[in-house]
């Protein structure tokens, strides 16, 4: 029996950012047969390689209205994603998603923010739009103890504060794709038994920045030369256009004198994601999530931070970062990647270790929601199952 209809609202599911999915994905499976979930997606969820499970109703996001009124009135959640920052300006999130948060407070409806992100903020206009707009949540649980004082900064009470972690450390693989993968990286000519670097470049604010590319290009070049290793750009962002990754990689391998391959910019699945890193030596990461999905296929991720998050991510995972997209030199890279392979085995055991223990944080994203809010009594997580045809089917038809 349905006891609960709830709302997750529009905050990057769909949107062509494999690490929503993870994040989305690993919530689902949470869920109490009590709930049922109807999940608002942006469009390029239709380049995804795979249906979203039958279980999960799915809502179109309304670009110049609001998909909030389009249906059942109830409670709503954020699951996962950076809610609240300022980094790319006060649209995104903010804005969008403070115009929703209104409509849902104007009609006393509850909102909860699950396993979310917040960066501390100090311009005026977005602290002014938090108060208006979020201020009025009900719960949160954040990834981190940073995000708990960022809140508390913005005037959350404590009281509704707890912190668990990032949902994505709750994921688990549905079904086993190295086969798959193994073709994928034959098809592009990469050999099973050389050293591979898998990078994650990200153009962003820095697009217009050629310093970090030519340090990366420069980089792999110099590891492949001494090393043998082999080179490849994978997207963990597909969408198109100058600002997002398949640019990146692109931009990066055209400054490189040895030869590198891009990974085909398809919108994989987070089990395609792990399956396809599993090959990888060493991983480059320009993104949250592409550094977990690092860590889940047992590869070393080496982290150029962007943004607050990764810092925090950094120092949970007990990395040295390389550097940043604004200071990045040669040397500090070279050596972060050369550390990472020559210490492969006992960093990768050690990120074990971190993977279980943010696993047990994360699952107080569920305690504090589900038992405080909505299911009385226990119940039986809901078992996921996919409409449609198997992304491996698909591939091997193509």
């Known amino acids: 029996m ?9 905050n990057g599911l769909g949107a062509g950012n494999i690490g929503d999915d993870f994040t989305s994905l690993a919530f689902w499976r949470q869920l109490h047969g009590c709930v049922r979930i109807a999940a608002v997606i942006f469009p390029e969820a ?5 249906l979203y499970p039958e279980e999960i109703d799915t809502l179109a996001v309304d670009y110049e209205g609001n998909e909030c009124a389009l249906t059942e009135q109830g409670p709503s959640v954020f699951v996962g994603g950076t809610v609240v920052s300022d980094a790319e300006g006060l649209h995104w999130p903010l804005g969008f998603l403070a115009r929703r948060l209104s409509w849902l407070h104007e009609r006393n409806l509850p909102v909860d923010a699950l396993g979310v992100g917040v960066d501390a903020m100090a311009g005026r206009d977005a602290r002014r739009i938090f108060e208006q707009a979020y201020l009025p949540i009900r719960s949160w649980t ?14 959350v009470p404590a009281e509704k504060i707890l912190v668990g972690a990032d ?9 086993p794709l190295e086969e798959w993968a193994d073709a994928v990286w034959s098809r592009l000519r990469v050999e099973p038994d050389a050293p591979l670097l898998v990078a994650n470049p990200v153009n962003m ?31 963990n962002e597909v969408r198109d256009g100058d600002y997002f990754d398949f640019a990146a990689a692109k931009d990066v391998a055209r400054l490189m ?11 994989y699945t987070p089990d395609e994601a792990v399956a396809l890193l599993q090959r990888a030596t060493v991983t480059l990461s320009g993104r949250y999530h592409f550094s977990i999905e690092s860590v889940f296929a047992g590869s070393v991720p080496v982290q150029l931070l962007r943004g607050q998050k990764m810092a925090v991510l950094s120092r949970e995972l007990g990395l040295k970062p390389a550097g940043t997209f604004d200071s990045l030199s040669s040397a500090d890279l070279y050596d972060g990647i050369m550390d990472a392979w020559k210490r492969r085995a006992s960093m990768a055991q050690a990120l074990a270790v971190k993977r279980h223990q943010l696993a047990e944080r994360a699952r107080a994203n569920n305690l504090a929601f589900f038992h405080r809010h909505y299911c009385t009594e226990p119940h039986q997580q809901i078992g996921l199952t996919h409409r449609g045809a198997h992304p491996a089917d698909v591939l091997r038809r193509s």
Do not use: T
């Open 2 to 10: 349905i006891c609960s209809r709830i709302l997750q609202l529009a």
């Open 46 to 50: 239709a380049r995804r390689r795979a």
């Open 142 to 155: 954040v990834r981190s103890e940073e995000c708990r004082a960022a809140l508390l900064d913005l005037g």
């Open 167 to 175: 949902w994505a450390w709750l994921y688990g693989q549905m079904e």
């Open 205 to 235: 604010m820095w697009r217009a920045d050629r310093n970090w590319k030519v340090v990366v290009a420069s980089v792999c070049d110099e590891l492949a030369r001494q090393h043998g290793f082999q080179i490849a750009f994978f997207c």
């Open 257 to 267: 004198r040895y030869s590198a391959v891009i990974v085909p910019n398809e919108y």
